[in-house]
């Protein structure tokens, strides 16, 4: 429910057609299942048409089947050391280092709708704009190869495209439409398939999404891969849109 809210606050903010906002979640769950039937390691790895998520049965309006990820069984874990550590450790060739690491937390603003309209992630913002100053990023559209986000839902990854500066504000749906995110876009959002479709084993997400860009940095994402990665964001998401934590990191190659 919190996140349906979510839709209905940012299509008024931004005065667009529910209609509208409907067909860029529908493309955006289309996008992880494509991504997905390339992933051997996906949950859900059906392919799906727009067609498909607009006639799917609605869960909470207006988000169908379709708009939600499953919940999936899963763990993850990564060694982390310094460089040096690394080098000695003979495993200089599989390092991928920490640019940034930044966390916000709701402070209980959000909840009271005093600075809150409602229509977007807060921490996300605050979290990803950290994050740019500590790895000194000026323009994530340009200086990001990918990016790998909290897809709990189409419409979480289609607010968080505006909260982590991908699109303008009230832009999200035309770089939808016009396919900025997908696997050959410009700047493609989940290529592992995301929650939505390479699964959701909650504690376990966050780290996975490191994962997907450390097989992707390497060149060993398969069917999926993209042609270079030397930079890339993590955004991983607990609790709901007016009360949670937010973690974004900034990872990449070293010396990128």
Not at 67 to 93: F, H, Q, W
Not at 141 to 156: K, N
Not at 243 to 255: D, E, H, L, T, Y
């Amino acid at each position: 429910g919190a996140f349906a809210q979510l839709a209905s606050a940012y299509a008024a903010r931004h005065g667009v057609a529910m209609t509208d906002l409907k067909r860029a979640m529908a493309h955006i769950s289309v996008k992880s299942h494509a991504n997905a039937a390339l992933n051997p390691k996906a949950h859900l790895r059906n392919r799906i048409t727009e067609e498909d998520v607009l006639r799917a049965m609605t869960i909470a309006a207006p988000l169908g089947l379709y708009d939600c990820s499953g919940v999936s069984d899963g763990a993850a874990c990564a060694i982390l050391t310094t460089p040096e550590i690394a080098r000695a450790l003979k495993a200089n060739a599989e390092i991928i280092t920490i640019k940034a690491l930044e966390i916000s937390v709701s402070n209980g603003e959000e909840a009271g709708f005093q600075g809150w309209d409602g229509a977007h992630i807060a921490t996300a913002r605050t979290a990803g704009a950290r994050a740019y100053a500590a790895a000194g990023i000026t323009d994530p559209r340009t200086q990001l190869q990918m990016a790998e986000v909290h897809d709990c839902f189409s419409i979480a990854e289609a607010v968080t495209m505006e909260d982590l500066g991908f699109s303008a504000p009230g832009r999200m749906i035309h770089d939808v439409l016009d396919g900025m995110f997908d696997l050959d876009g410009k700047l493609p959002i989940g290529t592992d398939g995301g929650l939505k479709c390479f699964g959701h084993p909650i504690g376990a997400s966050g780290l996975r999404m490191i994962y997907e860009v450390y097989l992707q940095i390497h060149g060993r994402a398969g069917e999926r891969q993209l042609r270079q990665v030397d930079r890339a964001l993590t955004e991983n998401l607990g609790g709901h849109p007016h009360q949670n934590v937010c973690a974004v990191s900034i990872v990449g190659r070293q010396g990128a």
